[in-house]
Nanobody, 113 residues
Framework: QVQLVESGGGLVEPGGSLRLSCAAS????????MRWYRRAPGKEREMVAH????????EYADSVKGRFSISRDNAKNTVYLQMNSLKPEDTGVYYC??????WGQGTQVTVSS
């Protein structure tokens, strides 16, 4: 069956970095664009980053441009989200999404001193 498993979340101080990973299985990963979403406490889920199936095109929410970077390794069926210069407002549950469609279970990111 289709599975998306996120990892790499945790607690980090403001200004720090984290790298999220999402391992996909059960479908032809290289055929689908992938996204990262997040849900901050008390807010609606928002799209953070998008990457095309071949990895040649990326898009970002204005709030993370210049700080976050999405990438993928189609040989490993994995999509990544490199998060730098993290801010407290980046706190939330981060979800991997395949445009198949399919959702991961989410991983918690907490940015706090």
């Amino acid at each position: 069956q289709v599975q998306l498993v996120e990892s790499g979340g945790g607690l980090v101080e403001p200004g720090g970095s984290l790298r999220l990973s999402c391992a996909a299985s059960g479908f032809t990963f290289s055929s689908y664009a992938m996204r990262w979403y997040r849900r901050a406490p008390g807010k609606e889920r928002e799209m953070v980053a998008h990457i095309s199936s071949a990895g040649s095109r990326t898009e970002y929410a204005d709030s993370v441009k210049g700080r976050f970077s999405i990438s993928r390794d189609n040989a490993k069926n994995t999509v990544y989200l490199q998060m730098n210069s993290l801010k407290p407002e980046d706190t939330g549950v981060y979800y991997c999404y395949a445009t198949r469609p399919a959702w991961g279970q989410g991983t918690q990111v907490t940015v706090s001193s």
